[in-house]
């Protein structure tokens, strides 16, 4: 039998497209029930006699996963083999720097780094929301203040994405498809684009595709996700995903310091003295608070 690899490029329910060594896409279909291939999978596909499509036998290791979840702990992979994560925000919808947060999160978790786009920069930028820039900035990450309306810094954030697989994610309605169709500009993925949106409007199922930029870069463009939640199994988990707040706890007078009320927490203290910013703090509690619920959902 003949068997070769291939790149899962998009995913639609079980419908699956792949991208083949030698460029060409092709149709898959998924061998038995169990196997879930998501975009950014190297998987083993097998030619079917008198069949266009192949069928996909086998998925390969993955380097790491972005994963959401609900409170009863249920698990699901949105992406694979990820570079990046650039999570965008906009002056409209309000932005929810929470959201952004637990996004940056999932990034910590899977050890990639993560992209704060703040995306229709034309319309008026709220003071708070410099702050926030700023802050995420002086955490080191990159902030990208972007119009894909007016096409302000679309090629600075085309030089941050770099030759990298990048997943695009955010609330709904701030700009992701304009901003890939901005990078992309390619006429073909307009209309791709816009079909992928009339097909949200009548399923909820999670669709998601890969898309080329000029420049060497490949993004993700994943549907939006209500309430995003990243998998979080521990406490640790939840330490891991806030970079300042994982260092400054070294100061904490107890190791086993949960930031909370324990006397003697250089994070309070810190947050106190304002040298880490309260909100950020107000995200890492809610996600602290999360995890105890992902934890006593899935043990109950
Ligand atoms: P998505 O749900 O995140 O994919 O958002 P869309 O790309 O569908 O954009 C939502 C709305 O915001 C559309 O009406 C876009 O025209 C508009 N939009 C996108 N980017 C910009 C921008 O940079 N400035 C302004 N003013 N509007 C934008
Ligand atoms: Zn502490």
Redesign the pocket.
Known sequence: MTQFSALVTATYRRRIRVQLSDGASADARIKGRKLRPVCGDTVTVEPLPDDDELLITAIGKRRNELTRTDTRGNREVLATNLDTLAV?A???PKPDWFVVDRYLCAAELMGIGGIVVY?????ETAPETKQELENYESLGYSAVQ?????G?NIESLRQCIGRRLTIIV?????????????LADDELLKTA?VSR?HREGRHTTVTSSMIRLDGGGTVI?SP?VRDYAPMLESFQDVQQGFREIRDVAEQCRFADCRHLQEPGCAVKAAVDAGSLRARRYESFRRAVFLSEKIVRGRYR
Do not use: P, Y
């Open positions: 965008v906009a002056a409209i995306n229709k920069c034309d319309l972007t119009s894909a309306k007016t302000v955010g609330q709904s309605g701030v700009g992701k498809s304009t901003l890939i169709n901005a684009a949106k463009d939006g």
